[in-house]
Structures are given as structure tokens and as C-alpha cells.
């Protein structure tokens, strides 16, 4: 084997691919798209361009996740001949202010998107000495996803910016590959597939099966049950005059376009025929879902869906569609019909069978199932640990809901560790799996289902032919929606294939826009309206809006943004003005959820500024919820009337920012006004005043300190704790632990 040599790279440490070279060599003359198979060396050709750019100043990888950075951190420490001090890892666990210093100092910077998004707003940081930016998984350079807003900053303020997205899946459309190009200002597109000659040596054969397991007759006659309630509210549509009365059946794309037809009407003129015929179109979507789920997950996966839309109907804020759902007594039937069912769904069977057909094969087998859902994740791992010579475990994300916790990282850490030294030989992963995670190549792939999705089904497919020959088995119903996706996702993946050579030969004539994705009407009334100047307004923005893509559009219309925990209001905008925002569903949801409580907020904001505005974003107020418009009314009444607070109605975080703007440079220009924060809470409950006190330390937010009061149960218990106690808490890793004891049991020596 030989390796690469470089100044910068430790010796026999990265394997020497001429295919990286070149691709390497072509990336360091222009900003490039490089599409290269799952598993054969993104990240090297990232190394490569990296180590000749830090010549010129420092490097930056961003990457989705922050196993991801960690990953790719470790990696980087590994291979580089430079101070290990000099390779720092961003994520949103390390303290802002200690960014800005590690930020400083450091020559390559490994992170998420959304902490260099962050900082870069609140201006602790500056891309002017970047030298380099690669961007991992570059197909999410979409929207307002964060790669968008730092790309478009860099072409802005770097001395010479040169840009690398890697990915293995750009899309299957043009318009999707054109789009990622011209947010990440990419000028050239270089494409490798494994058919390529220099390619092929690296590549082993991926065998692909398909298994078609027939339907059991018993999920048949539930089918049939639960068609004649999709029927039933097909034809209260068709009564309603939303569709014609011959329609059956709706797909689903058909049914969101009467969704969007419905909630236009809404708009326009509110009746109780639209709003019934709304909740139906709910109705119908949950009843499609269900039958969808019985033919392609089998029985015990519906009951815990009708057991979730169970625990809705029955919680405060469930929804009038899954109440009715639940009290129709044809559901309530199949449900009890399902209970009774031993009968063990065949792809339970098929997955049990291959899997220990693998396993007898080679012992040493590593194998990753895959499925969609996570309740059906459980049911295979359940059946899989049945079976001799299986080490099953589930894998999935972080995410909790009604009777299924996530894993903490480092648990899916923990996971993937002990699969890599053999302690499991079976993963069973949902779409977490999916992307960039560093699990070893495997020998068998199993598809639980086909996925709709011709990205997702390149990088599953990737897990496996790295090192060696690869299997791939993919389950199908028979006459379900299972061949439907197979084939679909067949299609687009050829697609993106076929796109990607047209574009290899026609990207000269794009002309990409660094990052500049959409310019807002706005902007063009206010320059319109008033010359440019130097003098930018100021701007204190609370910290939790800063997902929001208001502060990203403030900053691109000029305001100096300042970043901090406001008490009271989102936007503080002079020594009078402080501004609320809320799009419909955040003012909804204060009306229907228990803990938000609205008029506390509202109440804050007139104690403690003289000119309080609400503004309220979205267009769909009084379609988001099921609340009645009367309902709504009364309370926008009671907010403009008894609390005397102006309302602002807004369609997009871009018109809010505009006002935002334009109020903030009238205020502080014509009536010469500073913004101060000087806004206070109502006293604190009891309960707020702990969280508040644990939330305090560096490293603990909100969700973190309420998990260590519900644990430990006091404010004493949590500072007398050891790290091993303070670990066990989900959230609280190693790092944060030690903190919190620094912080709570060092000695004072002010």
C-alpha cells in the first residue's frame, strides 16, 4: 500500500488513491461539487485540499451533526502534523465566549453549521482570513439551511474563498443540483461513479435481492375495515363539494393540494363547511397512514400507531380528527381485532431468516437493518435476539415521544463502539444510520422497506461493498406501497445518474450567485426609499430566535445584531420599543397547550417598555389549529384592547425583518433613541427560580436543568453529586459534569 506524503500529513497514515489526487488537484483551482460513492475516501480529498490551503490561512469542515464533527475532529488530530491545539471541534456544548477565543488561535475548525451560523451573526467570528470551506453532505445546501448563509458569507468577506461540497447523492433533478451549486457558489462539478476505471479497483460487488412477502390474510379483512371508514370520509369531500363524487382514493399528493385549496378558501372567507372538510382531509391522512402501515409493518407497528392517536385524542390539545378517529367504532374494532392476532408478520420472519442465514455464514458478520419507523426498529430487534448467534441492538435518534425515549449521543456512541468491536454483530437503525455516521463496512444491508427517497436509499446502499463483497436484501408486501417506493426510488436514482453526466458537461453555462438564494421585496422598497448609509441600526435579539431566519435577513439588510438572553421581548430595538414575535402556530399553541402562558409574556413587555408590538408571522392563523375564528378574534382583541399592545401581521420571516428594520432605524436615527435592555420577568415561581439557578452554569440550558432537578429533586442534591451521579443524567456528559463541579464546589476567590 502506498501513502500520502505531504508536509502537514503524518507518515503512512492515509492511503494514496489517485483518483483523491486528481479530484483534489481540480478542487484547488476552482470551487468544485465533488459526487463520490459512499465509502471510498470524501473526507480524504477534503484532507488534501485542506492541508495545501492552510498555507494561506485557516480551513473550516462543516458537517451536519455532531457525532459527525466529532468524527471528523478525531480523524483530522490523527493524520495532521500540527499542534492538536491548533484542531478545535465546534459544537453548541462549547460555551460562546470559549469559541471565540479556541476560534482565534485554531488553523482548522471542525463544526456544525448551525454554531458557525450563530456566531458569525452575533460577530464573534469573521471568515475574512478563511482560507477554505469544505462542506460534508453539501446536498443540504438547500433552503435556509445554514450552509446557504455561510457560503453567502464568505464569498462576502474572504481575501481568496475556494469552496468543496462532498457528497454522495446531490438529488435526481437538475433544479436541485443547480441549486446546491449556487448556494455554495460551485463553479465546477466533478462526479465519480463506480464504474469508473480509476474508480473500479476500489470497489467491491454489491449484490442486491428482493424478497416479496405476501400480506396475511387477517391484515387483508383490517384493510377492508379500515377502506370502508376511508370511504365514508371520501364521501362526506365529495358531499362538502371538495372533490367529485365518483373519487375513491386520493394520493398523497393529490390530498395535499386540497389541503392548500381548503386553507386558501379559509383565507379568504371562514365557513363551517371549509373547516369540517379540513379536519375530513386530517382524517383521511391518518387513515391512509394506517392502512399503509399494516400492509408494510404488520400488526403489532399499527397498534402502537392507534395507541399514540389513542393518547392524542384523549390528551387537552388532541386534535377533533383523531378524536373522531378514535370513537368511530369500526377503528375501535380493528383495533380489538389486532390485539387478537398472533399470526408473526412474514417480514419479521424474512428479516430473522436472512440475518441467521448471514450469521451461520460468517460469525463475523456485521449487518445493519434498516426501517423506517422506530416502533417497528423495537419489534425487529425483540424478534432478531430470539435468534442463536444474533447481537442485536436498536439504533435511533435522539428525538422522544409518547412511550419511546431516544438515545443520548453518547449512548449512540456507546452503540456504534460496541458494534465495531463485535459486542453487537446487528444493528437495527432507523434513518440516523443513514448519513456519514463512521460505522464499519458491512456485510449485509437489510431494506425492512423501500424508502421514497433516492438519497436516502445511495447512502443506505453505501454501508456495505467498502472493504469487501457487500449483500443488500430488500423486503417488499406484496401489492403495498413497498413496490411503489422500490420502483419509484429505482427511477430517481437513474435520474440523478443521467442529470449528473448532463450537468458534467453543461456547467459552464450556469452562473452561479455566491449563496444569494432569493432577494426580498423589501429590500428593494428600502433602498428605494432611502439612500445607503454607514450608520447601522442596533439590534438585541434573543437568543433562542436566532433559528429563526429573521436574524439572518437583519443582518443582510445591515443592522448590527447583538446576541443575548433577553427577560422580556424577542427584539429590543430602542430604550422603548421591544418587539414579541410569534408565527401562528407559537400564538396558537399558547391558547391550546398547558405551561404557555401568553398573557405573562405580554403583561412583561407593557411593565416594561413604553411602545410594546406583537408582531404576529404567517399567513395561515386561522387555518394552523382547529380553534374557532371567534375564539381567535377574542384574543387578538384582548391583547390590542386590554393590553394595549399594537399588532403586526407579517407573511414571512422576510417582511418581519423588514419592519423589524425600518422600525429600529426610525427609532434610533429619527428620534435618536439607544436600545438598552432593561426588561425584567414577573417574580419567578418557586419551580422557575431552581431551573433558573441550575441553568445559570455555562453548559446547561433549560431542557438540561430541568432534567437534573427532576433527578436529583433539589438544587443541594445537584451540587453535592459526583460525576459518575451527574453522568447518569440523559444529557449531562463528562465535560458538563466536571463544570458543574467547578462551578458549584470550587472555592470563592473574588
Same mark, same amino acid.
Request: aromatic residues 6%.
Given at each position: 500500500? *502506498? ?34 460513492? =459512499? ?16 498555507? %494561506? ?5 462543516? %458537517? ?24 478545535? @471541534? ?30 458569525? !451573526?452575533?460577530?464573534?467570528? =469573521? ?44 438529488? %435526481? ?120 402501515? /399494516? ?52 417480514? $419479521?420472519? @424474512? ?36 435468534? *442463536? ?65 433516492? $438519497?436516502?436509499?445511495?447512502q443506505r446502499k453505501g454501508r456495505t461493498g467498502r472493504k469487501h463483497e457487500g449483500r443488500i436484501v430488500v423486503l ?38 455566491? @449563496? ?49 438572553? !433577553?427577560?422580556?421581548?424577542?427584539? =429590543? !430595538? ?13 400564538? !396558537? ?5 398547558? /405551561? ?100 445559570? $452554569? ?21 451540587? %453535592? ?30
Amino acid at each position: 500500500m *502506498e501513502y500520502i506524503t505531504h508536509p502537514l500529513v503524518k507518515p503512512e497514515t492515509v492511503e494514496k488513491r489517485v483518483y483523491q489526487l486528481n479530484l483534489a488537484a481540480t478542487a484547488l483551482q476552482e470551487s468544485t461539487l465533488v459526487v463520490l460513492p =459512499t465509502g471510498l475516501g470524501k473526507t480524504i480529498v477534503a484532507l488534501l485540499v485542506m492541508v495545501q490551503r492552510l498555507e %494561506s490561512g485557516k480551513v473550516l469542515l462543516l %458537517s451536519p451533526t455532531k457525532p459527525l464533527v466529532e468524527q471528523h475532529a478525531g480523524f483530522l488530530k490523527r493524520v495532521l502534523k500540527i499542534s492538536e491545539d491548533e484542531i478545535v @471541534a465546534f459544537t453548541g456544548s462549547i460555551p460562546p465566549k470559549e469559541r471565540e477565543m479556541l476560534w482565534s488561535d485554531a488553523r482548522v475548525i471542525v463544526s456544525t453549521p448551525q454554531v458557525i451560523e450563530n456566531d458569525l !451573526l452575533s460577530g464573534r467570528i =469573521t471568515l475574512r482570513d478563511m482560507a477554505h470551506i469544505t462542506f460534508d453532505e453539501a446536498h443540504r445546501a438547500t433552503g435556509n439551511y445554514a450552509y446557504v448563509y455561510i457560503a453567502k458569507r464568505y464569498f462576502e468577506e474572504g481575501m481568496d474563498p475556494l469552496v468543496l461540497g462532498i457528497t454522495a447523492s446531490p438529488g %435526481s433533478s437538475r433544479e436541485r443540483i443547480e441549486e446546491v451549486c449556487t448556494n455554495l457558489g460551485i463553479t465546477h462539478l466533478e462526479v465519480r461513479s463506480e464504474y469508473d476505471p480509476e474508480i473500479a479497483p476500489y470497489v467491491f460487488n454489491r449484490r442486491i435481492e428482493w424478497k416479496i412477502v405476501k400480506i396475511p390474510l387477517e391484515m387483508k379483512g383490517l384493510k377492508d375495515l379500515l377502506e370502508s371508514v376511508l370511504e365514508e370520509k371520501m364521501q362526506k369531500l365529495a358531499e362538502l363539494g371538495v372533490i367529485m363524487a365518483k373519487q375513491k382514493k386520493l394520493t398523497k399528493t393529490e390530498l395535499l393540494g386540497v389541503q392548500k385549496q381548503l386553507q386558501r378558501e379559509l383565507q379568504r372567507y371562514p365557513q363551517r363547511q371549509t373547516y369540517q372538510a379540513v379536519s375530513i382531509v386530517a382524517e383521511i391522512f391518518k387513515i391512509t397512514h394506517a392502512i399503509e402501515l /399494516g400492509e408494510t409493518q404488520g400488526p403489532q407497528a399499527l397498534i402502537r400507531y392507534f395507541e399514540r392517536l389513542d393518547h392524542e385524542a384523549s390528551s387537552k390539545g388532541g386534535s377533533k380528527a383523531s378524536k373522531r378517529l378514535m370513537d368511530d367504532v369500526r377503528i375501535r374494532r380493528a383495533v380489538h381485532t389486532l390485539k387478537k392476532i398472533d399470526t408473526t408478520y412474514p417480514k $419479521i420472519d @424474512a428479516v430473522k431468516e436472512v440475518v441467521a442465514e448471514e450469521v451461520l455464514r460468517n460469525p463475523d458478520s456485521r449487518v445493519i437493518v434498516f426501517t423506517n419507523y422506530r416502533d417497528t426498529s423495537e419489534l425487529v430487534t425483540n424478534a432478531l435476539n430470539d435468534v *442463536e448467534g444474533v447481537r442485536a441492538v436498536r439504533f435511533v435518534g435522539q428525538a422522544s415521544k409518547y412511550r419511546d425515549t431516544g438515545l443520548t449521543q453518547r449512548q449512540q456512541r456507546e452503540i456504534i463502539e460496541a458494534f465495531k468491536e463485535g459486542e453487537y454483530n446487528t444493528l437495527v437503525a432507523t434513518s440516523v444510520a443513514e448519513e456519514g455516521l463512521d460505522i464499519p463496512s458491512t456485510d449485509l444491508i437489510v431494506f425492512y422497506e423501500p424508502v421514497p427517497s433516492e $438519497i436516502r436509499s445511495i447512502q443506505r446502499k453505501g454501508r456495505t461493498g467498502r472493504k469487501h463483497e457487500g449483500r443488500i436484501v430488500v423486503l417488499m408486501a406484496r401489492g403495498s406501497k413497498d413496490e411503489a417506493y422500490y420502483w419509484s426510488t429505482d427511477n430517481k436514482e437513474r435520474e440523478m445518474q443521467k442529470r449528473i453526466g448532463e450537468m458534467r458537461k453543461s456547467l459552464g453555462e450556469i452562473k452561479p450567485r455566491p @449563496a444569494t438564494t432569493r432577494e426580498a421585496p423589501q429590500r428593494q422598497l428600502l433602498e428605494f426609499t432611502e439612500p445607503e448609509d454607514q450608520n447601522h441600526p442596533q439590534i438585541y435579539i434573543d437568543h433562542r430566535e436566532i433559528r429563526s431566519p429573521v436574524a439572518r435577513e437583519l443582518e443582510r439588510l445591515g443592522a448590527e445584531i447583538k446576541l443575548e438572553r !433577553l427577560e422580556v421581548g424577542d427584539y =429590543t !430595538l430602542s430604550d422603548r420599543v421591544c418587539i414579541e414575535r410569534k408565527t401562528t402556530g407559537d400564538l !396558537l399553541s399558547t391558547v391550546t397547550d398547558e /405551561g404557555r402562558n401568553l398573557f405573562t409574556q405580554l403583561s412583561d413587555l407593557t411593565r416594561n417598555y413604553e411602545r410594546p408590538l406583537l408582531i404576529i408571522e404567517g399567513d395561515n392563523l386561522y387555518t394552523e389549529r382547529r380553534i374557532h375564528p371567534n375564539a381567535i378574534r377574542g384574543l387578538l382583541a384582548t391583547i390590542a384592547v386590554d393590553f394595549h399592545i399594537p399588532i403586526i401581521s407579517t407573511t414571512s420571516p422576510e417582511e418581519t425583518a423588514a419592519i423589524i428594520y425600518t422600525i429600529a432605524k426610525r427609532e434610533q436615527r429619527g428620534k435618536k433613541r439607544s436600545p438598552t435592555q432593561h426588561g425584567r420577568k414577573t417574580s419567578q415561581t418557586l419551580r422557575e427560580q431552581q431551573e433558573y439557578v441550575i441553568s445559570s $452554569i455555562s453548559n446547561i440550558g433549560p431542557v438540561a436543568a430541568r432534567r437534573l432537578l427532576q433527578h436529583f429533586k433539589s438544587i443541594r442534591a445537584i451540587v %453535592s453529586a459526583s460525576e459518575d451521579e451527574l453522568t447518569e443524567v440523559e444529557g449531562i456528559g463528562k465535560r458538563t459534569a466536571e463544570r458543574i463541579i467547578e462551578v458549584t464546589q470550587s472555592q470563592y476567590k473574588g
